[in-house]
């Protein structure tokens, strides 16, 4: 299913192109149509739940979402490189990336360490009120929270 993309892609002439519109080999039920692997291809991309649309993104940007602005999406989709490379090599690795992500989604579970107006809005007391608000948050969740790490994933909280 991984190459699907590319076979989908491929001239008319190509030899991938023209063997997906090969019968598929063994018997079929009586008055039923002739099978090609298209056919093949595509009842195995619905049983794996993937839309053929998604075979095309042979990279699978993770920054696309559906109802996405169009300008946004197009530009994602020109993207020549791996997203989530990239990412692993600015944030050190895939195992600080995935643990980014984690506390990336713990924080976001926790309405009480949201920000209940935007920080440039507020005036410097707000913002006072609001950082210690949010420590006193922190402090009622210590065990998800690594406070050895303050400069690794210490950072991570703070943004």
Sequence with gaps: LRWFG???CADGDKVCRIGSNLDVPGKRPKRRPKQRWLDTLHANLKLARIHPDQAHDRMGNPLIQPGDNPDITKERHAGTFDVRKMASFLY???DKLRRRAEI???V???PELHDPIPVEFMTREERIDNAARK???MTDNLEQIDASDFFGEGMYFQS
């Design 6 to 8: 590319h076979v989908l």
């Design 135 to 137: 420590i006193v948050a």
């Design 104 to 106: 990336l989604a713990f």
């Design 108 to 110: 976001k579970s926790k």
């Design 92 to 94: 050190g690795g895939d």
